[in-house]
Structure formats: structure tokens, C-alpha cells
T-cell receptor, first 113, second 116 residues
Framework: GDSVTQMEGPVTLSEEAFLTINCTYT??????LFWYVQYPGEGLQLLLK?????DKGSNKGFEATYRKETTSFHLEKGSVQVSDSAVYFC????????????FGGGTRVLVKP | GAVVSQHPSWVICKSGTSVKIECRSL??????MFWYRQFPKQSLMLMAT?????????EQGVEKDKFLINHASLTLSTLTVTSAHPEDSSFYIC????????????FGSGTQLSVL
């Protein structure tokens, strides 16, 4: 069945460090891929997305590239800030925009000054 | 941007009682709402999908008589945990989707349920 696997946290970094969170998926067809972020006390927010192979999603300095050959959608940021401390969820969706999402387990990131 | 309000943010109840959680889309019409459950350090697990005016579609293994979902209007869906037991303690999150929300999906901030 469909699934999303992402690296377990917590990930602790110093400010300005490079961040990578690995995400791989299994799905039939060509799903859309997403990264959501959950800041403390808030709901999940869409961070970025990619809808087809080789697409790169980017937002707020974060990037992720849809790699069909490795079924991956790794999240990267070149220089993290304390404000990036949050839980990050990788997800995929098959089909139309109103269909359900399948989430990974979430990765907590803590950035220290 | 669009906002989804989920209430209450946390609730403590006694075993055997029922708890209702509300999910409202504040500035768009939500044709579809999703209810998720999250255990500590685990992923969000989809419980059910509800479309306005029709019965919810439950995921395999989710008891529909225990987790009652009502999506009576385009701005409100409710999840009622009936006869709650300690094993129902969890973090419940709703999300709402609507064409008028530019086809985006928005999440509530979640409800932490603790059953004593």
C-alpha cells in the first residue's frame, strides 16, 4: 500500500547549519509530493510541493526535488535559523486536489542559536 | 490565507463519556474535511473523509460507531468520540479542502484528548 517514510528525529542543529530531511515514498502511479511544517502550537502548513517528476518545490529557503527514479523527496535548507525549529512532515497524494494525503512520521528539528 | 479553526485545543474527560471536537473553515467553503489521529512520535493517520451533506468514509480499522463524524454544513465538521476510553487518548487533527480555497488543504491546530 501507499506509504511515506522519513528520517526520525529529533534533529538538532546550530544556526546557519545545513539541513537535510530524507523522505521516500511508495505509491502506484505518479503522486503529488508535499512537505508540511508544524510550528509549536499551530496547525500544519504547506511548505512546498511538487506535482511531477524532476519538479523542484521551494519556499522560505527550503527546497525538495521530486525524484521518481529513487522515489524520494528530500527536504534541504542551506542555512537554518532558530525560527525553523518545528516538526516537518513529508506527504503524498494520489490523484485530484481533494484526495487524501498519506503522511510520514514527522521529523522534529531543533535549531540552537 | 484561509483559516481552519479547531476547538477545543485540549480536553480531559472521564472514561465512558463522549467528547465533541469541532472543525470550522472560517473564510472558505470546505467541501471535504479530513480527520486525522496522531500518536506521540508517530505519523498522522487518516481516520475518515467527510463530504458536506453525505456520510463520512472511514478508513479500514476505524470504528464508525465510536468516532461519529458530521459534516452538516460547508463550514463545519464535528468528530464525536463516543464512550471514550483511555486508549482513545490521542491528538486529533482536522483539515479542510474547498474549491474556493484555491484548491488548497488547510489544517486545524489539533485537539489533545486525554481520557482518564
Amino acid at each position: 500500500g501507499d506509504s511515506v517514510t522519513q528520517m526520525e528525529g529529533p534533529v538538532t542543529l546550530s544556526e546557519e547549519a545545513f539541513l537535510t530531511i530524507n523522505c521516500t515514498y511508495t505509491a502506484t502511479g505518479y503522486p503529488s509530493l508535499f512537505w508540511y511544517v508544524q510550528y509549536p502550537g499551530e496547525g500544519l502548513q504547506l511548505l512546498l510541493k511538487a506535482t511531477k517528476a524532476d519538479d523542484k518545490g521551494s519556499n522560505k529557503g527550503f527546497e525538495a526535488t521530486y525524484r521518481k527514479e529513487t522515489t524520494s523527496f528530500h527536504l534541504e535548507k542551506g542555512s537554518v535559523q532558530v525560527s525553523d525549529s518545528a516538526v516537518y512532515f513529508c506527504a503524498h497524494r494520489r490523484g485530484a486536489a481533494g484526495n487524501k494525503l498519506t503522511f510520514g512520521g514527522g521529523t522534529r528539528v531543533l535549531v540552537k542559536p | 490565507g484561509a483559516v481552519v479553526s479547531q476547538h477545543p485545543s485540549w480536553v480531559i474527560c472521564k472514561s465512558g463519556t463522549s467528547v465533541k471536537i469541532e472543525c470550522r473553515s472560517l473564510d472558505f467553503q470546505a467541501t471535504t474535511m479530513f480527520w486525522y489521529r496522531q500518536f506521540p512520535k508517530q505519523s498522522l493517520m487518516l481516520m475518515a473523509t467527510s463530504n458536506e451533506g453525505s456520510k463520512a468514509t472511514y478508513e479500514q480499522g476505524v470504528e464508525k460507531d465510536k468516532f461519529l463524524i458530521n459534516h452538516a454544513s460547508l463550514t463545519l465538521s464535528t468528530l464525536t468520540v463516543t464512550s471514550a476510553h483511555p486508549e482513545d487518548s490521542s491528538f486529533y487533527i482536522c483539515s479542510a479542502y474547498g474549491d474556493s480555497a484555491n484548491e488548497k488543504l488547510f489544517f486545524g491546530s489539533g485537539t489533545q484528548l486525554s481520557v482518564l
